[in-house]
């Protein structure tokens, strides 16, 4: 990182962070001095800031709520109770599951690279795999983890440096190192998929193109007309409030833990070898595969963002957040410059080292890009004529979206209620998008595009959605398009018409539809099946 004295020392909004006391886990309390020395219980002693989340929760809680209010506090407030729960140390014997000896004391300890919750969920390929699965979500977990810890679940091999839909962008700090991606989906998103054969192109077109079910509580007939017919390739919403969920052919079926599917990206980027900055990032021992040499090595490395996407109930477009580690980049200034971010205050943390992917003091006679924020890189060897950057050229990267009050505001909330030394007091929601209009769920045989529900946070212009990105994950695309402006767009099945074959039969990619061909069959906002069937 960069030398800076703090972070948005100037800009923060007043507020207190420090921890509550008796902080719930289970379904059961602690008070201080069941988990802290004394002199402990007295930094607990101070107050927690004013909940902004009506009817949420006071501690920090390991379970995952239902569907929140349809505003943006509820929404913001619902994220980050998922980001509490997911980042819960996972139990060591049922992968998916948090730990329950685990103590809200013990939550984000420095150094701790035990799997959390969402790294014990399935990789997406390691169920999208080339030869078929069998088996069931506890019995799978030791062979097919991808990102895997030096636990039980042995060590970590990352090995995907492309962000999603960038045209083959990757991310460099600003020490020269790359950046790398993981996806995970939990366990209702994995029974659907592989209890429905979805993993194979074969099996996704068979879903999609069924003609599903009408379901009715009133007395046995025909539909009527315009009826919404249920089934196809729905992922689940899990089954709460009288709602059902349904295979392919449209019959109820349940998934899972019924919270949901859901489907977590990470990026990880290496820290310095001395761990002179492990004490503000959720970390990781990781095999990091250079891109070039295909050579492995040994790191520890940060959580640098993290996506959760989650279907819930009358939630049918999905909820999508997102985090990111506070020390990533400054926000985008009005020409061309650069300002530091509006952050919560929160005296728990400690002054900033500096951004992890933009250089104050860059020199545009020696960087790589000339010092221009936010631009693409080129794979060396260029097109004729062309330049390129090495993998380890430093880049600039700024946020062109701030955070929003509201967003700062749940966040400073959740800061109070964390242990003074967590790691997550360096983690900030960036937003939230979701549908505002319930409408119906996907029927059975849908075609692109998808509905996209009047998602909100609006635009500055009032009538579209407002562009929701992370600077680790979406860097390069921050002024393009919004979540549901790809997730609806863009998420067909691997066979659907419009399709071609990548090399050696791999990933498909989506190309032009010709004249008056059907649009592809969609995969209800999922990239998963268009980026990882391999058969």
Request: charged share 15%; hydrophobic share 35%; glycine share 10%.
């Amino acid at each position: 990182m960069w030398g800076l004295d703090t972070i948005g020392k100037s800009t923060r909004v007043a507020a207190a962070g420090v921890l509550a006391l008796g902080l719930a886990v289970g379904g059961f309390s602690i008070g201080a001095a069941d988990s802290t020395s004394a002199s402990g219980a007295a930094a607990l002693a101070a107050p927690i800031l004013a909940n902004p989340c009506a009817a949420g929760p006071t501690t920090l809680q390991s379970t995952l709520t239902s569907s929140p209010a349809r505003d943006e506090t509820s929404v913001y407030c619902f994220a980050w109770q998922e980001f509490v729960a997911l980042n819960w140390q996972a139990d060591p014997t049922r992968p998916g599951y948090p730990n329950p000896k685990a103590l809200p004391a013990s939550f984000g300890t420095p150094g701790d690279v035990s799997p959390k919750v969402w790294e014990s969920y399935m990789e997406a390929s390691a169920v999208f795999t080339a030869t078929p699965m069998k088996g069931t979500w506890q019995a799978k977990r030791p062979a097919m983890k991808v990102l895997s810890r030096t636990s039980k679940f042995g060590a970590a091999d990352l090995s995907d440096i492309y962000q999603a839909g960038s045209g083959h962008h990757w991310l460099t700090n600003a020490r020269g190192g790359l950046t790398y991606y993981e996806i995970m989906m939990n366990r209702d998103e994995y029974e659907f998929i592989t209890t429905q054969n979805l993993t194979t192109a074969a099996g996704q077109l068979a879903c999609a193109s069924q003609p599903g079910k009408y379901l009715s509580d009133g007395p046995p007939g025909p539909p009527p007309p315009g009826a919404l017919m249920r089934g196809g390739l729905t992922m689940p919403e899990g089954q709460s409030n009288g709602w059902d969920d349904t295979d392919c052919a449209g019959n109820i079926k349940t998934y899972g833990d019924n919270v949901g599917a859901m489907e977590v990206k990470a990026s990880w980027t290496p820290l310095p070898a001395d761990h002179s900055l492990d004490y503000r990032y959720k970390t990781a021992i990781a095999e990091i595969v250079d891109p070039v040499s295909k050579m492995k090595r040994r790191v520890t490395v940060g959580l640098v963002g993290l996506h959760i996407a989650r279907k819930t109930v009358a939630f049918h477009q999905w909820i999508w957040a997102t985090f990111e580690q506070i020390d990533n980049t400054p926000d985008e200034a009005p020409g061309g410059g650069f300002v530091a971010p509006t952050l919560p205050a929160n005296p728990n943390q400690k002054p900033s080292p500096g951004y992890t992917f933009f250089n104050p003091n860059c020199n545009p006679r020696t960087n790589a890009f000339k010092c221009v924020h936010n631009a693409p890189p080129v794979r060396c060897p260029p097109a004729p004529g062309g330049t390129c950057q090495p993998f380890t050229a430093p880049m600039q990267i700024t946020r062109v979206t701030p955070v929003s009050a509201t967003a700062n505001g749940v966040t400073a909330y959740y800061w109070s209620l964390l242990p003074a030394k967590s790691v997550f007091n360096y983690y900030r929601l960036v937003g939230v998008q979701w549908p505002t209009a319930s409408g119906n769920p996907l029927p059975a045989g849908q075609r692109l595009p998808l509905p996209q529900g009047a998602p909100s946070p609006k635009g500055a212009a009032g009538g579209t959605a407002q562009i929701l990105a992370d600077a680790t994950l979406e860097s390069f695309q921050q002024t393009q398009a919004g979540c549901m402006d790809c997730h609806a767009n863009f998420t067909s099945i691997a066979s659907a018409p419009g399709l071609r074959a990548a090399a050696k039969g791999g990933l498909r990619k989506v190309s032009s539809v010709v004249g008056a061909a059907p649009q592809p069959y969609a995969s209800d906002y999922s990239f998963l099946f268009l980026t990882e069937t391999k058969r």
